[in-house]
């Protein structure tokens, strides 16, 4: 199972600021997920990127993915309490059909 | 979308006893399971790999004697904590995924918390 570094491991900001999780690992991904968990529930997808370079938008979310699909960071802005929680980074190989988690970074936007 | 349907939500249970975790992919066929155990404001540890039909994969330092997966059919997969201990309380997540979709289309259920007292 490869090794996903995720930083930082928690943030807590003001409503409306904005702020950036990061995920690096040393090893190639053929895609790379993002997730979102709220406590006592499971986590539900937000972003795949697969190609090299890739950035996605959803809403006030930016995912990118590295050049060399080793890394891959998310970027919130003007941050709302809705958008506290869980924040996971998945990688999957091309040869390994299980994803290997990020430890998570717990965010939480205080009103 | 896809729906994975996981149960119970929550279970509280005394010390010595088994409890059965349901896993079930409501509107696809489900290749392979996955089952993750999770501790607060951490991420999630695999346990174990299901494929339909045949024996789980489990992951270095999970016991299987303890605990007991199968997949039966290609929508339902258990898990099976047996003789429980208070360390065993945890939160519990499955997932899963078609061959057709791959691991880029993994499907979570909505977790089970067991606590053992």
């Known amino acids: 199972t490869q090794l996903l570094e995720q930083s930082p491991q928690f943030l807590s900001i003001q409503e409306g600021e904005n702020l950036t999780v990061y995920c690096n690992s040393s090893s190639v991904f053929s895609s790379l997920q993002w997730y979102r968990q709220e406590p006592g529930e499971g986590p539900v997808l937000l972003v795949t990127?697969?190609?090299?370079?890739e950035v996605k938008k959803l809403k006030r979310l930016t995912f990118q993915f590295g050049d060399a699909r080793k890394d891959s960071s998310l970027h919130i802005t003007a941050a709302q309490p809705g958008d506290t929680g869980l924040y996971l980074c998945?990688?999957?190989?091309?040869?390994?059909?299980?994803?290997?988690f990020g430890a998570g970074t717990t965010v939480t936007v205080r009103a | 979308g896809a729906v994975v349907s996981q149960h119970p939500s929550w279970v509280i249970c005394k010390s010595g006893t088994s409890v059965k975790i349901e896993c079930r992919s409501l509107d696809f066929q489900a290749t392979t399971m996955f089952w993750y155990r999770q501790f607060p404001k951490q991420s999630l540890m695999l346990m174990a790999t299901s494929n339909e039909g045949s024996k789980a994969t489990y992951e270095q330092g999970v016991e299987k004697d303890k605990f007991l997966i199968n997949h039966a059919s290609l929508t339902l997969s258990t898990l099976t904590v047996t003789s429980a201990h208070p360390e065993d309380s945890s939160f519990y997540i499955c997932?899963?995924?078609?061959?057709?979709?791959?691991?880029?289309?993994?499907?979570f259920g909505s977790g089970t918390q067991l606590s053992v007292l």
């Open positions: 990127v697969v190609t090299g370079g």
């Open positions: 997932s899963a995924t078609s061959i057709r979709t791959g691991v880029e289309k993994l499907f």
């Open positions: 998945a990688g999957a190989s091309s040869n390994d059909y299980k994803l290997s």
